[in-house]
């Protein structure tokens, strides 16, 4: 790791989108999605839903760290929230 200078947090945050990513996959395949048509009124389908949530993440986060004074854990819970709600009502 140390060719590009990361730090164990940073790549286990990639780790960790990876992760998520294969396990979309793999879901996928088992149970296949159907669209659907949220708040947003656009027909969207589960990896819509998961590319939006980590968008609107990546905006939380920083918003956060401009912004607030806060640790950044909370930022954490802001978005799981977030994620929950694209992924109920989007």
Known sequence: ?????WTWP????????????????????????????GVLGIETMRGDRFFISLLGSAFINLAW???LD???YWALVVCAV?????????
């Open 10 to 37: 940073t790549a286990l945050f990639f780790a960790a989108i990876a992760a998520a990513l294969a396990a979309m996959a793999v879901l996928h395949v088992k149970y296949p999605s159907s669209p659907r048509t």
């Open 65 to 67: 760290i401009g912004l």
């Open 82 to 90: 977030f994620a929950f709600c694209v992924f109920r009502w989007v």
């Open 1 to 5: 790791m140390e060719w590009m200078a």
């Open 70 to 72: 806060a640790p950044q």
